[in-house]
């Protein structure tokens, strides 16, 4: 693919859609007040985002980690445009269509018996919404009133809704400002290491019976800034989880798909949850759709005689088979192309290439799981002007909370990757520089 360099941006006049439009839209987790403004963009192909003037940025994101086989990919497209032909959307209540069952029937071929049942919804913070009341309803369909709170982590990263937030990290997470209005829930350390299972379990003694499961990211913390626990942190919760008779729900929303290295970061642990979510790179980031998977066990405890005791939810466009359709071309694309190969290849990449960022002052820590790199520094005042420099060098990254990070498309080649950890080297090296 021609790529034009980033720095000799052609004089090409903003367009008309982005002048006329721009002043009415707000933006996600932004100071409209003092954000340069966002970039119009044209296109998207493979690895690279086209901006409206002509610069070609190599994706170090992958659109929030959604497109993990590039943009616009061939099959999707197409299964998208021969679904859109035929029924963009039906309502899912009482009706049902093909592409949503047979979605159903594969993820829960894909995921370990008994997690069965496919609960599906449009968005990865209603996944979780959708994921804790099951399970408080499950508490309450067996006749158990006291457990409504549920324990989650420090550093964790459940979405933006406001039960989601609740089992967000409280101090370090986006959420804090609304700390008085959230339902309490027990946040605690993530247990590490053998005193800090010790001291999950002697939590859970204490304080297990208030709760009705602990929602847990397996193996890496997202959104809360892209920390690493080990598979041995998701055995113990596991292990402490059916001791203590609760219920344990993996957010795999980030992890899913290939992001680790394995269809699903659960699968390195060797664990099996109860409740499953799903979402971003769900439909290979073609469309909004979530998916809240239970076991058998959490589903037979919504069977009765009683109107009351079914799941009491149900997203207007649930199940939307446009969505439906794209998650199955993205699932027969992980069936037939090396999707987890490519991503410990590029855990490889990365752990070789972002390893001389280590010894530059000021930054923290260099760390790489699967398809994710991480470069933690030490003072994020100047993150305006980092994400400036990263589109002068021709890369789409945006760094966060106190990281540089890249999430790349599974697919994106060699060539791509090398720019895209050389800018990194490149603009870390000049901001230690100049610290
Ligand atoms: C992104 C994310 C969510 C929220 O998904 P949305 O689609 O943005 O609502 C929830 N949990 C995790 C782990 C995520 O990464």
Not at 309 to 317: E, K, Q, R, S, V
């Amino acid at each position: 693919m021609a790529c034009r360099s980033a720095a000799g941006a052609p004089a090409v006049p903003t367009p008309d859609w982005f002048a006329e439009g721009e002043r009415h839209i707000w933006l996600p987790y932004t100071q409209m007040a003092t954000a340069p403004p966002p970039l119009p963009v044209a296109a998207t192909e493979g690895t690279r985002i086209v901006l409206a003037d002509g610069r070609e940025l190599v994706d170090g994101i992958a659109s929030w980690w959604t497109a993990c086989h590039g943009y616009n990919h061939p099959h999707i497209r197409a299964a998208v445009a021969d679904q859109l032909a035929r029924m963009p959307h039906v309502m899912f209540g009482g009706l049902v269509n093909e592409p949503a069952l047979r979605l159903a029937r594969r993820l829960a071929g894909l995921l370990p018996d008994p997690l069965n049942r496919v609960f599906f919804s449009e968005s990865g913070s209603v996944a979780v919404e959708i994921a804790l009341k099951m399970a408080l309803q499950y508490r309450l369909n067996q006749g158990e009133r006291g457990r409504h709170r549920f324990v989650s982590f420090q550093g964790a990263y459940h979405g933006d809704t406001f039960a989601a937030m609740s089992v967000c990290d409280p101090e370090e997470g986006m959420h804090s400002l609304f700390a008085g209005a959230l339902p309490e829930q027990h946040v605690v350390p993530l247990p590490r290491g053998e005193a800090g299972i010790a001291a999950f379990n002697a939590f859970l003694d204490a304080e297990g019976d208030s709760a009705a499961a602990v929602i847990i990211e397996p193996l890496v913390q997202g959104a809360g800034g892209m920390r690493f626990h080990e598979p041995e942190t998701l055995q113990a919760v596991r292990t402490a989880c059916d001791r203590h008779g609760l219920l344990l729900i993996a957010d795999e929303i980030m992890t899913g798909f290939g992001r680790t290295g394995t269809l699903f970061a659960c699968e390195q642990a060797g664990i099996v949850p109860d409740i499953v979510t799903l979402s971003k790179a769900l439909t290979g980031g073609t469309m909004a759709l979530a998916a809240t998977v239970a076991s058998d066990r959490v589903f037979e405890a919504f069977l009765s005689e009683r109107a009351d005791d079914a799941l009491m939810h149900g997203p207007t466009f649930m199940a939307n088979p446009l969505a439906c359709a794209a998650a199955n071309a993205s699932l027969d694309l992980f069936e037939r192309e090396p999707r987890l190969a490519q991503a410990r290849a590029i855990e490889r990449h990365l752990e070789a290439a972002l390893e001389p960022a280590r010894a530059l002052p000021g930054v923290v820590d260099v760390r790489s799981r699967g398809a994710i790199g991480v470069i933690q520094l030490d003072d994020m005042s100047r993150i305006d002007w980092l994400k400036a420099r990263f589109v002068d060098a021709g890369v789409w990254v945006r760094p966060f909370a106190d990281i540089v990070y890249v999430t790349p498309a599974l697919t994106i080649d060699e060539v791509d990757l090398t720019r895209l950890t050389d800018a990194l080297i490149d603009v870390v090296t000049a901001w230690s520089r100049e610290r």
